[in-house]
């Protein structure tokens, strides 16, 4: 199937939108920062494009962080062992750190609990498939705990309720896997 023109430049200017609307996040620290007029001048287009696409700034955020879910989850999709969870949640992490000013944002806001959520719900997904792959009888439920817990403290971190480094929570996580894992 062949795309028109339009839908590529219908792409193209969320896309731009997109990225403007995360360069003012980074620069300017928090979404109420941020004006319609402002995305729509870095974006280098008119608020009635900004609207024919959006109904507000929160909206280019939840899609936002949609693409990004989409890279994170798609980032991996053959986790098969211990390494490869590791290595999973080693991308994972190295993802928040890259895009922080974003996700504190993100977090802080009523958008989350679908990301969260639904990053919770994979890394599950993976570890309790690579448990059963090997064999290991842990208890599902001890895996959510952890994983949950894993979650709950990121939201904290994004939060700035907590003294620990995105590292810390991430080779804390890992060291715990591995020990359900072995």
Excluded: W
């Excluded at 959510?144 to 971190?157: L, P, S």
Aim: net charge negative; aromatic share 10%; proline share 1%.
């Amino acid at each position: 199937m062949v795309r028109s023109k339009y839908a590529h430049a219908t792409d193209r200017t969320r896309r731009k939108i997109r990225e403007a609307f995360a360069e003012l996040l980074a620069e300017r620290g928090s979404i109420k920062n941020i004006t319609v007029t402002d995305l729509a001048d870095r974006a280098d287009i008119t608020r009635g494009t900004f609207y024919n696409y959006f109904n507000n700034l929160y909206e280019v955020g939840v899609e936002l962080q949609s693409e990004i879910e989409h890279h994170i989850f798609l980032e991996y999709v053959d986790v098969n062992t211990v390494e490869g969870i590791e290595q999973y949640l080693d991308q994972v992490f190295r993802f928040f750190a890259e895009h922080e000013p974003l996700y504190r944002e993100l977090i802080m806001s009523d958008t989350s609990d679908t990301f969260l959520g639904q990053l919770e719900k994979e890394i599950n997904q993976r570890a309790v498939a690579i448990l059963g792959k090997n064999g290991i009888k842990k208890s599902e439920l001890e895996l959510q705990f952890i994983i949950g817990g894993a979650i709950a403290v990121v939201r904290k971190y994004f939060c700035n309720e907590v003294d620990l480094s995105l590292e810390e929570i991430r080779d804390y996580l890992k060291e715990k896997m591995r020990q359900m894992m072995l």
